[in-house]
Structure formats: structure tokens, C-alpha cells
């Protein structure tokens, strides 16, 4: 069954360091998004991205977060000078198209901004 | 912003038992509603939604209820098995927009 991957699992870096967390969707999806989960919270939106632009962002995306497909398989997240409060698992998701309402999860990627 | 919530943080139950899930809304704009499943190191996983114009819906040993009148969802689970243990999440859309807003989660615990 076709799954979104994400890399790292883990990812540890300091206070003021950019990271890059990435992800590929499944191959046919068109709609692209990130999510947040600080440790016993919700899970928070992050942004969508379709027909490479952002369709959608919500506060917490501000300057320092970016998102790119730099290519026809991958989907990055990138944090310019990470926070400590940026310490979270970060989810990538995709959905088919209009027409398919369901999004698919990726595994997460754990950041430990410390 | 307007909120989605759930009531009970935990919920533990014998295998075998049924579980219900609850969750309050309080956007009245709302008009999709979405379980979702997260399991310990996984991502949320979908497990059954409704849209607003239905009362109840039915999938796989899961049934989601929707009260608009108390703004109102709650997932039942029959004949909960171990590897139902997890978090459940319950998410809401409104206006259109195929971003879910998540509430903060309810942890099912299943005791052989």
C-alpha cells in the first residue's frame, strides 16, 4: 500500500541552526501539507501547498518556515533559525486529489531543538 | 478561533467491551467531520467521517454520531481489541477548506 515517508525520524539541532525535514508523498497525490504535534498537544496545520504555491497557511507558519518540491517526489519543510519552542514532531501529508477528502500521515519526524 | 474539544483525556475499557468516544465542536459553520487514529510513533490515521447533512454513519466495527443540535460527535467502537489502543482524535472542517482542525485528543486504553 502506497504510504508518505518522512526523513529523519529524529532530528536533533541546535538553538538558531535552519533544518530541513522531508517527505515524500504518495505519488499520485497532488495536495501536499505539514502538520505539528508538540508532545501531548493537538495536532496543529502547518500549511498546504498545491500546484507548487502554498494554498494555505495557518499563524504559526510565518517567515522562518518555508516549504518547497524542489522535484517531482519530495516535499520539504525548512525552519531558518529553529526555536526551542519549535521542538515537536512534524507530520507531512497528502491527499489524492479535489474529489478524495482523506489525507495521508506520514510517520513524523522529531525535532529536539535544544 | 473557534474550538473542537474532547471531554474525557482517557478512556480505559476490558477487550471485548464497546468504547465511546466524545467530542464537542463549537464552530456552527462546520460541515465535515473526521475521525482519525494515532497510534504510538505513527502519524493519524483516518478512520471514518461525516459530513454535516448526516446524522450517523457506519464503517467497520466503527460508527461516528453526530448531534448538530448540542454540537456533538462521538465514535463508538464495538467489541474493542488491544490494538485499538491509541489516541483518537476528532477534527472538523468548515467553508470549504480541506484543512481539518484538530481537537486535542482522547487516549483509548484496552486492557486484555
Known amino acids: 500500500e502506497p504510504e508518505v515517508t518522512q526523513t529523519p525520524s529524529h532530528q536533533v539541532t541546535q538553538m538558531g541552526q535552519e533544518v530541513i525535514l522531508r517527505c515524500v508523498p504518495i505519488s499520485n497525490h497532488l495536495y501536499f501539507y505539514w502538520y505539528r504535534q508538540i508532545l501531548g498537544q493537538k495536532v496543529e496545520f502547518l500549511v498546504s501547498f498545491y500546484n507548487n504555491e502554498i494554498s494555505e497557511k495557518s499563524e504559526i507558519f510565518d517567515d522562518q518556515f518555508s516549504v518547497e518540491r524542489p522535484d517531482g517526489s519530495n516535499f520539504t519543510l525548512k525552519i531558518r533559525s529553529t526555536k526551542l519552542e519549535d521542538s515537536a514532531m512534524y507530520f507531512c501529508a497528502s491527499r489524492k486529489d479535489r474529489e478524495n477528502t482523506e489525507a495521508f500521515f506520514g510517520q513524523g519526524t522529531r525535532l529536539t531543538v535544544v | ?9 482517557t478512556l480505559s475499557v476490558q477487550e471485548g467491551d464497546n468504547s465511546i468516544i466524545n467530542c464537542a465542536y463549537s464552530n456552527s459553520a462546520s460541515d465535515y467531520f473526521i475521525w482519525y487514529k494515532q497510534e504510538s510513533g505513527k502519524g493519524p490515521q483516518f478512520i471514518i467521517d461525516i459530513r454535516s447533512n448526516m446524522d450517523k454513519r457506519q ?4 460508527t461516528v454520531l453526530l448531534n448538530k443540535t448540542v454540537k456533538h460527535l462521538s465514535l ?14 476528532c477534527a472538523e472542517r468548515s467553508g470549504g477548506s480541506y484543512i481539518p482542525t484538530f481537537g486535542r485528543g482522547t487516549s483509548l486504553i484496552v486492557h486484555p
Open chain 2, 59 to 62: 464503517g467497520q466495527r466503527v
Open chain 2, 76 to 89: 463508538q467502537i464495538a467489541a474493542t481489541q488491544p490494538g485499538d489502543s491509541a489516541v483518537y482524535f
Open chain 2, 1 to 9: 478561533g473557534e474550538n473542537v474539544g474532547l471531554h474525557l483525556p
